[in-house]
């Protein structure tokens, strides 16, 4: 099949699912990328709250420190960690996610002979468990070639039974890429620190911008465009509000967090967000206010991982910030409804809003796979 042929596919249109999706185009120019031969184209904390709550927003301290500061010569090898969104400047994040387009356009087509990942190994280090993080991961890796090794909490015992930095130092011997998904943010500093290969921020406590990167694909699918739109997030002002944040610092468009008093997000990460002077940035205590007008309501759970003890005290505080069919009447009829998942159906958000059909949570989740995709390619330098 030739790669005209594969981009007229009818499956491989960015996603057909949405009327609004933004179209793929071949002037995306897949032959800026390094693709196999035959594929080519010739043209082509309030005081109160619990201790974890409060120990997050000591993580930023470490985000100050160059997300590449090494001593492994990466840099010289072409050769790029995935820490922070903010790392990267706008043309690097959307020519990322233009990479992640192409390929998942592929992927959809039933193409199977785009192999960039072939005889590379990666391992995926996972102090926290996860569906999506390991699923999408170690899927996509494979689908590109790759082989994508596992190690569970109990396989390492990273810090514990080995420390950080002797654990980069030898898995970089057996693998092209490493993926963490952690509890501390230091853990994946010094895993980049140390690893002479690249290493991608499957999640830390402090940000998870591999999931930010899948929302931003996915938003580009069905509003049609990232710049300027609202994207209003109701709830915790989690690892996953500071990605939206470093996001906002770097492409402009206007991000509203509305969470309860004693549960914004960072206020470092929020000021850094606000000093770059690209996006619009509001934190609000009111939710109802915040959500009018806006392109997207974006959900998480109210007690991540690690705070689960909490849940009972923040379904008390967090009463209020329910994302439910009136909320989202309020944020107007063209608003898509996001969660990254997995949704406490009836807490954050009713069951009524996850299933109604601007509801974008499942396409989001199919998205995590092709944006890391082009995360890994941008790694590798490929």
Partial sequence: MT???ILSHPSSAADARSPKAAPLSAASSLSGHHFPQALRLSTVSQASAPASRRRISCQTLATS?????SFNGKANAGLKDFLHISDLDKDTVMKILDRAK????????GERTYLPF???TMAMIFAKPSMRTRVSFETGFYLLGGHALYLGPDDIQMGKREETRDVARVLCRYNDIIMARVFAHQDILDLAKYAS????????DYNHPCQIMADALTIIEH???LEGTKVVYVGDGNNIVHSWLLLASVVPFHFVCACPKGF??????????????VGKIEITNDPKEAVKGADVVYSDVWASMGQKEEAAYRRQVFRGFQVDEDLMKLAGPKAYFMHCLPAERGVEVTDGVIEAPNSIVFPQAENRMHAQNAIMLHSLGL
């Fill in 3 to 5: 790669m005209a042929a």
């Fill in 118 to 120: 072939k005889g590379k």
């Fill in 65 to 69: 420190s160059p997300a590449s500061v």
């Fill in 102 to 109: 192409e390929v998942k356009a592929l992927l959809k087509s």
């Fill in 197 to 204: 290969v690249p290493v991608i921020n499957g999640l830390t």
């Fill in 223 to 225: 509003v049609g465009q």
């Fill in 264 to 277: 914004e997000p960072d206020g470092k990460t929020v000021e850094k967000a606000r000093q770059a002077g």
